[in-house]
């Protein structure tokens, strides 16, 4: 699969690097997107992500953010643009990443390929709308996601 030229590079990013490709390919997207991971859209990923848990220890923010970069490096259109952010300086402007940025990248990460919508009953319903061609990213990335934001 192409996405294997760019596995290694991604997993072996520090976590600064990986926050900062991430957040850097995120502010690039022009789509509007639901940004917030409030308890209804949690629960919604917690039933779009059934299967086992993923590790008890919950997810750092860099580990959240390398599995959002495999499942974008998944896409050949996108591959270049990672390398590119990968490989290139840091831009100038870009201070530390935190964590509420790599939350809100990864949400418009997964609304790449799944659509969240509100329905009239007022919960969330999640919806695949591109298959990634490995489906075995997508589902690691929502379990490290709800992994990472503890339930409140």
């Known amino acids: 699969m192409p ?5 290694e590079p991604i997993q ?8 900062r490709v991430l957040a850097t390919f995120a502010h690039a997207q022009a789509n509007p997107a639901e940004t917030a991971l409030t308890p209804e859209l949690r629960q ?4 779009f992500a059934t299967g086992p848990e993923a590790a008890a220890v919950p997810a750092g923010d ?5 599995a959002a ?3 974008l490096a998944d896409d050949p259109q996108r591959q270049s643009i990672l390398t590119a952010l990968i490989d290139g300086p840091a831009p100038a402007q870009f ?15 997964l609304q790449l390929y799944v659509k969240f919508e509100y329905d009239k009953d007022g919960r969330w319903s999640i919806e ?9 990213l997508l589902m690691p990335l929502v379990q490290k996601l709800l992994s990472h934001m503890p339930s409140k």
Do not use: F
Request: net charge neutral.
């Open 44 to 47: 919604a990923l917690r039933e």
């Open 128 to 136: 695949i709308v591109k298959e990634p061609t490995d489906k075995a």
């Open 69 to 71: 970069l495999l499942l």
């Open 3 to 7: 996405q294997h030229s760019l596995q």
């Open 12 to 19: 072996s990013l520090d976590d600064a690097i990986a926050r």
């Open 62 to 66: 860099g580990d959240l953010a390398r």
């Open 95 to 109: 201070g530390p990443v935190k964590n509420a940025a790599v939350i809100t990248a990864v949400l418009l990460v």
